[in-house]
């Protein structure tokens, strides 16, 4: 029912750029905290940036100034714009859908994203 389905990922060269997309649908989009969180191998899952409904936003301090969280609510989707790629960036993206009311969440099957140096 919920599908929040991530595209973009691939593999660049240290300090290119890539956009990723989540689009989503089974969710009520417009009322939702959105949300890209990446997972390298062997290590925790990290939040790297979050979108209110309103537009506010919030990074993580690894990505501050290279990447920006947008949304598009006509579309249901939500983007993460990343620039100046670092090979430290390699992981695999999932986007995350908020609900903060519940509170609850749904998230994405992951799009991998490898930065070569």
């Known amino acids: 029912q919920v599908q929040l389905v991530e595209s973009g990922g691939g593999l660049v060269q240290a300090g290119g750029s890539l956009r990723l997309s989540c689009a989503a649908s089974?969710?009520?989009?417009?009322?939702?905290?959105m949300g890209w969180y990446r997972q390298a191998p062997g290590k925790q899952r990290e939040r790297v940036a979050a979108i209110t409904s309103g537009g506010s936003t919030t990074y993580a301090d690894s990505v501050k100034g290279r990447f920006t969280i947008s949304r598009d609510n006509a579309k249901n989707t939500v983007y993460l714009q990343m620039n100046s790629l670092k090979p430290e960036d390699t992981a695999v993206y999932y986007c995350c859908a908020i609900d903060l009311s519940l509170p609850s969440t749904d998230w994405g099957q992951g799009t991998q994203v490898t930065v070569s140096s």
């Open positions: 089974g969710i009520n989009f417009s009322i939702k905290v």
